[in-house]
């Protein structure tokens, strides 16, 4: 294989970080809701995975117990989405933070805390890919496939929001919500409605985060997968259809696969001094962009153009 | 001989004399911080196809307006709507945007836009249907703006609005659009909120002209205004509020005559 178990892992996460980016742009740049708890749905999505795949006794095998497990994680998520998005609905942006930022740290402690369940912090193996090829790499490519093909319908999805009176609507709501609420719009359950639904697709990125590595640890449930979904999408313009995917693969990855890979590092660097430099580097690009371009690379959203090109001049 | 013209009704008239959308407040009170802002005991607007409310600054004018609307919530009281055809409901019980749903829309006196969107964008929002704006129909944006697009070009041209497919609109092109969006929803009730502030003459004549046309067609008006000629060009009923509360109802002249009340409140040469 040309491919190795290294890269495809930068790649899996690289990916996986573009969907989540990109589900945040429904919330965040469109919707204007600032979920700062991606992690915490994502983790809901990982672990409710993880212990439904591997505490139940399932009357049947794979790959029918990947899915049924994959959609009860994924409904799971949606079901916090849908209780977390209530909870927020009426708050400010900086309520909407703290909220958000709350439930993705209870979710971590309670990973952490439920250990019989969970594993706690010894964490928890026993997942395995829905097939089997005989050969690992190959199983990981094709896991990585699965999920190119997931994102790339979180993006054509996005990208047809943008041209249709849904998307208008999510903008609308963003911009001004009682003004839309005075023309008949009914704000409050369509955020709620897109909340869950994005909450649900993070907790199925989870579940198939899960799949991946096959062990489970509460310590992916920190803040630094929020932190690399908002940095990556406000780098590359939270507003834009391709700000997630421009912002995420000139943060994540650049730093994950281009410097990890290429640029020769001392060995004993990779556990403590890698992932605080790459804190570091992403805290730099957000301040870095944040200053001499503040709607991110791509800049504004253009519904101008947009509207030119469907409508005609 | 009988002229031709006092036999045939004129299609508008026969509308004004229809059973128009009507408003009924009673006992709506709203307080600030202890301050009583709006208390009105009995209300009822619609009876008259345009009516005027005037009174002085901070006199509880755009708040009543709001109570309607539902984005504020009385303290107490109720507010109905009747409307020949519909149930009477009682909006005072619904939220903001089933107020809305129900045909009830307001212009706003403070200039308000959804930043980021095109003057095209702001008035097909208006006019979408639900059901196009559900998440899963991808493929109604063509078909809206064609549905819509008469209707939009002719309230464009009667505004001598141009370049609709573009951003940062003037502060009067945000006043205008904000108009347009209302004119476009067809209310049964449209409540203008100093709707003139900010224009020019000639583009206030055209907002009267528009409005004048929605009445003439079985639309509720109800115009809060401090320019008093246009009140009493366009009105046939107007109330006088001051201190939250209705000091005098009538017609312009009947309110011309209490000329002392009102000039005490607005000051000498208003009336
Ligand atoms: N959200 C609010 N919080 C506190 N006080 C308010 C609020 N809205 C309005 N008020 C107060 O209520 C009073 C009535 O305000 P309102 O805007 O209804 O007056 P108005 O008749 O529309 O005046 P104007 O002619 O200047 O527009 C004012 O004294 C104002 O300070
Ligand atoms: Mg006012």
């Known amino acids: 294989m040309v491919l190795d178990t290294f890269l495809i892992s930068g790649l899996f996460h690289v990916v996986m970080l573009i969907g989540l980016a990109l589900l945040l742009h429904l919330q965040l740049g ?8 991606v992690v915490g749905f994502w983790g809901v999505g990982l672990y409710a995975f993880g212990v439904l795949y591997v505490r ?3 009357p049947f095998g794979d790959p029918i117990q990947f899915v049924v497990c994959a959609a009860l994680a994924t409904v799971a998520a949606g079901l916090c989405g849908l209780l977390v998005g209530w909870l927020i609905a009426d708050l400010d942006v900086d309520g909407v933070m703290v909220g958000t930022l709350g439930f993705a740290t209870a979710v971590a402690l309670l990973a952490t805390t439920e250990q019989d369940l969970t594993g706690g912090a010894l964490g928890m193996g026993g997942l395995r890919f829905p097939y089997d ?9 094709i896991w990585l496939l699965v999920l190119v093909a997931l994102v790339a319908g979180i993006l054509a999805y996005v990208w047809l ?3 249709n009176p849904y998307g208008r609507l999510l903008i609308a709501i963003g911009s001004n919500e009682p003004l839309a609420k005075s ?10 409605g897109l909340f869950t639904v994005t909450s649900a697709l993070m907790g199925l990125l989870g579940a198939m985060y899960g799949v991946m590595v096959r062990f489970l640890e509460v310590s992916s449930l920190g803040i630094e997968l929020t932190l690399a979904a908002v940095v990556g999408l406000v780098v590359g313009g939270s507003v834009r259809v391709l700000g997630a995917v421009v912002g995420v693969l000139l943060t994540v990855g650049v730093f994950d696969i281009v410097i990890q890979s290429y640029i020769p590092l001392p060995a004993d660097w990779y556990t403590q001094t890698i992932p605080l430099l790459r804190e570091v580097m992403f805290g730099l690009a957000l301040i870095l962009v944040l200053v001499f371009r503040p709607l991110g690379l791509l800049g504004h959203m253009r519904r101008d153009r947009l509207m030119k090109r469907i409508h005609g001049a | 001989m009988v002229p031709e013209s006092t036999t045939t009704v004129r299609p508008e008239l026969a509308a004004r004399t229809a059973p128009r959308p009507r408003l009924t407040l009673a006992n709506v009170v709203k307080s600030f911080a202890g301050r009583t802002v709006v208390d009105v005991e009995d209300l009822s607007l619609g009876n008259h196809p345009i009516e005027g409310l005037i009174g002085p600054n901070g006199a509880g004018k755009t708040t009543l307006m709001r109570l309607i609307m539902g984005s504020l919530k009385a303290d107490s009281g109720q507010i109905r709507l009747e409307r020949a055809g519909h149930r009477d409901v009682v909006l005072s019980r619904l939220h903001a945007h089933k107020i809305a749903q129900c045909g009830v829309v307001k212009t706003n006196q403070v200039i308000t836009d959804f930043d980021g969107l095109t003057i095209l964008d702001s008035l097909l929002l208006s006019v979408t249907p639900e059901r196009r704006e559900f998440p899963l129909h991808l493929m109604g944006e063509r ?13 464009l041209d009667h505004f001598g609005l141009e370049n609709t497919r573009r951003l940062a609109l003037s502060a009067g092109e945000k006043k205008l659009v904000d108009i347009i969006r209302c004119l476009l929803l067809k209310p049964a009730v449209l409540l203008l909120d100093e709707p003139t502030a900010g224009l020019p003459g000639e583009v206030t004549q055209k907002v009267m002209d528009a409005v004048d ?14 320019d008093l000629d246009v009140i009493w060009n366009l009105c046939t009923q107007v109330t006088f509020m001051a201190e939250g509360r209705v000091m005098l109802r009538g017609e312009p002249s009947e309110i011309r005559e209490h000329s002392t009340v009102v000039e005490s409140y607005l000051g000498q040469g208003h009336v």
């Open chain 1, 161 to 163: 929001v943008h041209r």
């Open chain 1, 183 to 192: 023309l008949g719009k009914p704000a409050t359950r369509t955020k709620l």
């Open chain 2, 213 to 226: 046309d929605l009445a003439g067609n079985g639309t509720t008006v109800v115009i809060i205004e401090h």
């Open chain 2, 143 to 155: 078909a809206t703006y064609e549905e819509h697009r008469a209707e939009i070009e002719r309230q």
């Open chain 1, 56 to 58: 139940v006794d399932w």
């Open chain 1, 30 to 37: 469109l919707s204007r809701i600032a979920n700062f708890g």
């Open chain 1, 133 to 141: 090829t005989g050969d690992v790499a190959v199983n990981e490519l």
